[in-house]
């Protein structure tokens, strides 16, 4: 039996044929170059935000140093607290407890 080829114009199965590979090639590259684009948008998206996270470092002032801890009173020799002593010893010299001597030797003695 003889081989039937047809000659001329394709058929109606050709022509579905050829349309279905032709759109389908037509999405296969569009869905590429929108991937492409994506991509490339992303990317100028990224190096954008980084610039505006470099710009932003670079005029944030930096932070203040912490406060310096208030200077506490030295306590005198031994831990005890001169004027509270001094207040004392005249508080007995005004009582009579102790004389102008002993209250300045006791005086003489606490400020070193």
Same mark, same amino acid.
């Given at each position: 039996m003889? +081989? +039937?080829?047809? *000659?001329?114009?394709?058929g109606?199965?050709?022509?579905a044929a050829?349309?279905? /590979? /032709?759109?389908?090639?037509?999405?296969? /590259?569009?869905?590429?170059?929108m991937?492409?684009q994506?991509?490339k948008?992303?990317?100028k998206?990224?190096?954008?935000q980084?610039?505006?996270?470099?710009?932003? %470092?670079?005029?944030?002032?930096? !932070?203040? !140093?912490? !406060?310096?801890?208030? !200077?506490?009173?030295?306590?005198? %020799?031994?831990?005890?607290? /001169?004027?509270?002593? +001094?207040?004392q010893?005249a508080?007995?010299?005004?009582?009579?407890?102790l004389s102008d001597?002993? *209250?300045?030797?006791?005086?003489?003695? +606490?400020?070193?």
């Open positions: 003889p +081989l +039937l080829r047809r *000659f001329g114009r394709p109606l199965i050709g022509m050829r349309t279905a /590979v /032709v759109a389908g090639t037509a999405t296969a /590259v569009s869905g590429g170059v991937r492409h994506q991509r948008a992303d990317e998206y990224e190096a954008q980084y610039e505006m996270q470099q710009q932003a %470092a670079m005029y944030q002032a930096p !932070p203040p !140093p912490p !406060p310096a801890p208030a !200077p506490a009173a030295a306590p005198a %020799a031994g831990g005890t607290d /001169v004027v509270a002593e +001094l207040q010893l508080t007995l010299k005004e009582q009579g407890v001597a002993e *209250f300045e030797a006791a005086k003489a003695k +606490l400020l070193g």
